[in-house]
């Protein structure tokens, strides 16, 4: 499966973005998906991730209450709300593919197939 992120940009702080992941292929629904982020000088970190279905998610604490993900199975896309953003929030997002993962899975290694990235930069 290949993966395309789309929706980064600059913003300033408190302010909102939503980042797509589309997938090729058409077996998409049998997918986790998860979101990381790595900033510069920094390892790439969990953000959330959703398991197949979309019913099953998990956040990192840093952006819990703050992000949301979701995903169109019928689109090959998982969605990424991220609301009241903070600097901290700067970096590349990547998101990655588990084959029938359950959606809690953190630990990059875990995943099979990864995007190339979108820059999300917020100021204050």
């Known amino acids: 499966v290949q993966l395309v992120e789309s929706g980064g940009g600059a913003v300033q702080a408190g302010g909102s973005l939503r980042l797509s992941c589309t997938a090729s292929?058409?077996?998409?629904?049998?997918?986790?998906i998860g979101w990381f982020r790595q900033a510069p000088g920094k390892e790439r970190e969990f953000v959330a991730a959703?398991?197949?279905?979309?019913?099953?998610?998990s956040y990192s604490d840093s952006v819990k209450g703050r992000v949301t993900v979701s995903r169109d199975n019928a689109k090959n896309t998982v969605y990424l709300q991220m609301n009241i953003l903070e600097v901290e929030d700067t970096a590349v997002y990547f998101c990655?593919?588990?084959?029938w993962g359950g959606g809690k899975s953190v630990s990059p290694s875990v995943y099979q197939y990864w995007g190339q990235g979108t820059l999300v930069t917020v100021s204050s």
């Open positions: 990655a593919a588990e084959v």
């Open positions: 292929g058409r077996t998409f629904s049998s997918y986790a």
């Open positions: 959703v398991d197949w279905s979309g019913l099953k998610t």
